[in-house]
């Protein structure tokens, strides 16, 4: 057995081994006990009393925790040129196209989808001109250089990269060779950020309208 780092003693320390926890109890816990930097998942088993066996009871479910959207919203909000990085969830719908091209993708007919990935990491970058240089650049980074604080695999296929250059979002799958736009692989997420900020603007104006009352 390999020996325990510092952060699994901290974490081990801080539960009861033979106590049943409430989920309230537990999600809470867990917040108290995770080290990492990244959007980390979490695999939940469940008795639901079904036979898994059976095509017809098989349960699958996949929340989207809030530290996804906050994520995305640090990188929708970054005023400055952003990338963020999308993996495909492990457990999620489509876990099986992990590292898959586009074209198998296609072959299947299967889309990538915002749902089935995870927010991974976002940050900056230098404008290298255009969308196919930021991407090899980022592309490198992430395979030969990572950040410290990055968590997730070295940037593959299958992967998601976002770009935001001059207020503009773009999305582009990571293919066998180079990469493929995706125009429509985000527009939930820009959609809901417009909502958002539209139904904010609305709370200043009432507000406004109420002070000049």
């Known amino acids: 057995m390999s020996k325990l780092t510092k952060n699994q003693k901290n974490a081990y320390a801080k539960v009861e081994p033979n106590k049943a926890y409430k989920l309230a109890e537990a999600a809470a ?8 930097k990244f959007d980390a998942s979490v695999d939940i088993d469940v008795r639901l009393g079904v036979d898994p066996r059976k095509a ?11 530290e996804q959207a906050d994520t995305e919203k640090l990188f929708l909000e970054n005023p400055q040129d ?4 999308y993996q495909i969830r492990r457990g999620g719908e489509l876990d099986a196209y992990r590292f898959m091209n586009y074209d198998y993708l296609q072959s299947k007919g299967i889309m990538p989808e915002r749902g089935g990935y995870d927010a991974i990491y976002t940050g900056g970058f230098m404008d290298y001109g255009n969308a196919r240089n930021n991407l090899d650049m980022i592309y490198q980074r992430f395979n030969v250089d990572h950040p410290a604080d990055f968590k997730g695999h070295s940037l593959s296929v299958s ?5 935001k250059h001059d207020g503009m979002v773009s999305y582009y799958y990571c293919d066998s060779v180079g990469f493929r736009e995706i125009p429509d692989f985000g527009r939930e997420s820009v959609l809901k950020r417009l909502e958002c900020n539209c ?6 104006k009432t507000k406004l309208r109420s002070i000049e009352r």
């Open 29 to 36: 816990l867990l917040k108290e006990i995770t080290f990492t």
């Open 199 to 204: 139904k904010a603007d609305d709370k200043k």
């Open 56 to 66: 017809n009871q098989m349960v699958r479910g996949v929340v989207t925790l809030r």
């Open 159 to 163: 992967d998601i990269v976002a770009l």
């Open 82 to 85: 952003a990338f963020l990085i």
